[in-house]
Structures are given as C-alpha cells and as structure tokens.
C-alpha cells in the first residue's frame, strides 16, 4: 500500500495543495495563483496574499482530492509549509492542515519551503525515471532566495525518497534575490509584473541588437558563492537616467500594461532594439552570474550534480547556460519543469515523505516561521 500525503503550500502568492504518493509519484497538484491580484501593485501584498488565501485553501484542498480521486480521510498524513514565508499566509495553510490532521487523526508533518523546492527537482527526475545522485549542490533561486546548500542523505547508505537529508548552507544573496531583480527591473522598464517571464522572452526576441551597455561580474570580498544583484539593477536604473530616450518608449509600455495589454505580442513592438538589446544584457549578467558561483560550488566541492529549482529556474537562457556549461564540467544537471519551478504542494507532499518515515511531526502548537532555516 502507497504512502498518500496531502501537501498545503500557503508561503506566499499561491495557495497549492496536491497529493504525492510515496514521495515522488504525484496523483494531483493544484495551483492557485494570485498574480492578478497583486500585479496592479507591482509585487505581492502581504495582506492581500493572507486573505486570498483565506478564499482559496478549502476549494484548492478539495480540487486536490477530487483530482487525486480520494476522500480526505483516504490520505495517510498532511505535509504543510511551516516557513520561511510570509508569516500571515503561511498562518492560513498551517492553521487549515492542522485543523484537517486533528479532525482525520492524521499526522501532521511541517516542511520547510526550500527543502520544498530541492524536492521538486527529484519528483520532475522520477517522472524520466531518473534520480539525481547525491550529494550535490542545490540552487533555490525565486523571487525571494537566491541560496545555494549542499545536500546530502543524513545516512549515507539511502538513496531512496524516503531518506532525509542534510543541507550545509554555501552561499546567499546579501542583497535582492535573483527573481526581485528580475521583478524590479520589469518595473524601470515598464513592463510590469512578474518581470521573469515577459524578460526571458524579450531577451530571447533581442536577436543581434546590440548592448547599448555592458555590465560585467559581479565583484564581492568574501565568500565566492554569494551572490548580489542589488548593484546590477541600479546599474540599469543609472543607464535610463543617462539616456532620458528610453522615456517615451517606457511611458507607452506603462500604458499598455494599464490597459491590460501585458502580453509578449503586444509588449515586443514596444520595445527599441536598444532596450531589447538591454534586456538581454541584463539577463546575460544574472545567468552568467548564477552558473559560475553554482558550479565552482560543485566542482569545488567535488560533488556529481547540480539541482536547480524555483521560480527563476524556469527562465529558458538559465537552463541552457547551465546544460551547456555542467555538460563541460562533467556534471549533471536537474530542473523540474516549469509548473514545478514556480511555488507549488507537490513539492511540499515530496518533502514531507522522509520526515513521516522518520516520525518528524508537528502537533496543533505548530506556528508559521517566517525565516525558518533549512535542517
Ligand atoms: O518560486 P516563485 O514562484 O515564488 C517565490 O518563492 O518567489 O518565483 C517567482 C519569481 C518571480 O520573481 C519571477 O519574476 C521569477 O520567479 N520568474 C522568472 C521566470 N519565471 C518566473 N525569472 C526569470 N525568468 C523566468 N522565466
Ligand atoms: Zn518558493
């Protein structure tokens, strides 16, 4: 008989719940997201975020079920994301797990967000019928980490999903995480937000434009494997300010983000090779950024294989960089696809399979974290 666990993800700007059998097979993920909510705003509002999900965890819950075809009481345990994370959204799922656990008799397991997203990559593995050799380093890169670990089964002797594992933490951002730059970026430019996906897609359509500007590797004192890219959005906010032409085109942007009009189609016309050829440039800096300090970490380290995970991981430049460059490196190289990039419970299911194998659980004292560390 399989292990059925109910994942709950209420972290930040999605409400997810899904059911993963034995770690790694998933029966249904659903994915509630509030990016319309918060896009007028340019970023996620916590209150907002917290009363969303307010709205949505019951019916999410419920479309998991139905999808998975089980009862709630045909589930064996409830895995929910105790942190890090907004502390009122995360309050949301917690409070409804524990609820559901305490009236089922069912136990509950907390999960830790990050260990969430390096799960996500061993169950998009799975689905090839493959699982990444470990140890390897980890890079959770999203709008709000930018975090490289090395993760290791705590008994070396497992390999299976069912093993916990260690994390030694190798490297941080000391300022905004990748995907904030991106999201801050998108606002200088006037393309409104998320900035990721509509950035990769223009920075892919920029074809021979030239950078009309060119920024180079980040440089820090310290720890190799940290990252910063605080300095790389003022570096562009500089360029705009000295080239007052990008004005009219970023006003006409504005206007049609406004007006809703916030597709690649209709964005792209409006963007001079000039800014196509600044866009790119910019994401050349992040990427090239983020596959250096990555895999030094691997080589350095001396470990088999890179796991990539997170929302930013599904921009298309970043996977090829990093096929390209791990393949000359001798490493393997995993993402999840992009629905399971991005925050989502399958992952949070995943993750909460060891620690019920290990008795890891939670009783109704479990309270958010909102800068819970990994174990
Ligand atoms: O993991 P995620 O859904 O939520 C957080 O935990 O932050 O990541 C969202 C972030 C946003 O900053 C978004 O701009 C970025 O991931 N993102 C991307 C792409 N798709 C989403 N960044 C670069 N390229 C993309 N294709
Ligand atoms: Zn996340």
Redesign the pocket.
């Known amino acids: 008989m399989s292990v059925r666990i109910l994942g709950i993800e209420s972290?930040?700007d999605e409400t997810a719940a899904a059911v993963v059998a034995d770690g790694r097979e998933i029966l249904s993920s659903v994915v509630a997201s509030q990016i319309d909510i918060h896009r007028k705003y340019g970023g996620v509002v916590p209150e907002l975020a917290s009363r969303e999900h307010l709205r949505r965890i019951v019916p999410v819950v419920r479309e998991a079920l139905e999808q998975a075809g089980l009862r709630l009481q045909d589930v064996d345990a409830i895995g929910v994301t105790q942190g890090p994370?907004l502390v009122g959204s995360l309050l949301v799922g917690i409070t409804y797990g524990k609820t559901l656990a305490d009236t089922l008799g069912k136990p509950l397991v907390p999960v830790n967000?990050?260990e969430?997203?390096i799960h996500a990559v061993f169950l998009e593995a799975h689905k090839a019928g493959l699982a990444p050799e470990l140890p390897a380093v980890g890079l959770?890169v999203?709008?709000?980490?930018t975090v490289l670990y090395e993760v290791q089964t705590k008994d070396v002797s497992r390999s299976d999903a069912g093993a916990l594992w260690s994390y030694r933490r190798i490297g941080q951002t000391r300022d905004d995480a990748a995907g904030e730059a991106y999201d801050k970026v998108s606002k200088l430019l006037g393309l409104g937000y998320p900035g990721g996906p509509i950035l990769d897609r223009l920075a892919a359509a920029a074809d021979r434009a030239p950078a009309p500007v060119k920024f180079g590797p980040t440089k820090m004192k310290g720890n190799l494997f940290d990252f910063s890219f605080s300095g790389l959005k003022t570096a562009v906010l500089y360029h705009l300010r000295e080239n007052p032409d990008y004005q009219a085109e970023i006003e006409k942007r504005e206007a049609a983000i406004a007006r809703g009009q916030r597709k690649f189609d209709q964005l792209l016309p409006l963007c001079s090779p000039k800014t196509l050829g600044l866009i790119r440039e910019f994401q050349n800096a992040v990427v090239r950024d983020l596959a250096e300090r990555t895999l030094k970490a691997a080589v350095e380290i001396g470990v088999p294989t890179v796991l990539v995970s997170?929302?930013v991981a599904a921009n298309k430049q970043l996977r090829a960089t990093f096929m390209e460059r791990s393949r000359a490196a001798g490493l393997q190289v995993y993402f999840p696809s992009l629905a399971l990039s991005?925050?989502n419970a399958a992952m949070i299911a995943a993750a909460a399979y060891p620690r019920l194998q290990n008795h890891i659980l939670a009783d109704l004292s479990l309270n958010a974290s909102a800068s819970l560390p990994i174990a």
């Open positions: 972290s930040c994370g967000h990050l969430g997203h959770i999203s709008g709000g980490h997170g929302g991005t925050d």
